[in-house]
């Protein structure tokens, strides 16, 4: 059974940087499927922020284009996302997630199987 552990947030003032991971165990292969990150904020759907394909393509939502970064590092197996420029709408809950096949749409949460349990990121004005 893979296993997602997220990492690195916390609490930022507005302009400030984060950096997120997302370690993978259990079966490193996964790191080579497509992986994301969510954020659901408190009263809100969760939502989709950036996406990473096998092939290393990457999408974002509008909201955070620009400003945040996806990547992957395969001999950690781990996956990154790097926030810039935050903004006190950026907080949430943020999450990784990943599985085998990824046909459905990317920014769906129900084309995910596997979830991390979430790390909180706050950002003050």
Not at 6 to 30: I, K, T
Not at 53 to 81: M, Q
Request: glycine letters at 12%.
């Amino acid at each position: 059974q893979v296993q997602l552990v997220e990492s690195g947030g916390g609490s930022v003032q507005g302009g400030g940087s984060l950096r997120l991971s997302c370690a993978v165990f259990g079966h490193p292969m996964f790191i080579s499927y497509c992986m994301a990150w969510f954020r659901q904020a408190p009263g809100k759907e969760r939502e989709g922020v950036a996406f990473i394909d096998s092939d290393a393509t990457t999408t974002y939502a509008d909201s955070v284009k620009g400003r945040f970064t996806i990547s992957k590092d395969y001999p950690k197996n781990s996956l990154y996302l790097q926030m810039n420029s935050l903004k006190p709408e950026d907080t949430a809950m943020y999450y990784c997630a990943t599985t085998i096949s990824c046909g459905g749409k990317w920014s769906l949460s129900a084309t995910y199987r596997y979830w991390g349990q979430g790390t909180q990121v706050t950002v003050s004005s």
